[in-house]
C-alpha cells in the first residue's frame, strides 16, 4: 500500500510562486511513476506534470511548459511541483498520484492518490 501526502497549496497573486509537495510513504518500491493532476470545479482531472521514479525523465502539459518543474528527492520519498509565472487559470485543486505501470498522461492509469490540495491564483 502506497500513501501520498500533498502540501504546499494556498493563496498566490498571478505571477507569483507556489511549491507543491508529496511525501510517499507506505511500499514506495513500488511506485514506477508519479504525477501532478488537477481538477477545476466540475470537471475531470487534467494531466499537469509526470516523472518516472527512478530515471527522473520529466514530462508537461502545454498549458504549463517553461512555468512548472516537477522533481523528486528519493532520498526524502518526495515530489515537488515548483510552480511559476502562476496564472488565475491555475487555480484548481491539485492532487499527487502514483502508479505501478509508467508514465501516463490518463488519470485512470493511477492507482495512489493524495487527498488533494487547493492552489488559488487571484488576478
Known amino acids: 500500500q502506497v500513501q501520498l501526502e500533498e502540501s504546499g497549496g494556498g493563496l498566490v497573486q498571478a505571477g507569483g510562486s507556489l511549491r507543491l509537495s508529496c511525501e510517499v510513504s507506505?511500499?514506495?518500491?513500488?511506485?514506477?511513476?508519479m504525477a501532478w493532476f488537477r481538477q477545476y470545479s466540475g470537471q475531470e482531472r487534467e494531466f499537469v506534470a509526470a516523472?518516472?521514479?527512478?530515471?527522473?525523465?520529466?514530462f508537461y502539459a502545454d498549458s504549463v511548459k517553461g512555468r512548472f518543474t516537477i522533481s523528486r528527492d528519493n532520498a526524502k520519498n518526495t515530489m515537488y511541483l515548483q510552480m511559476n509565472s502562476l496564472k488565475p487559470e491555475d487555480t484548481a485543486v491539485y492532487y499527487c498520484?502514483?502508479?505501478?505501470?509508467?508514465?501516463?498522461?490518463?488519470?485512470?492509469?493511477?492507482?495512489?492518490w493524495g487527498q488533494g490540495i487547493q492552489v488559488t491564483v487571484s488576478s
Open positions: 498520484s502514483g502508479n505501478n505501470y509508467g508514465y501516463s498522461r490518463s488519470p485512470g492509469t493511477y492507482g495512489y
Open positions: 507506505g511500499r514506495t518500491f513500488s511506485t514506477t511513476a
Open positions: 516523472i518516472t521514479w527512478s530515471g527522473g525523465t520529466s
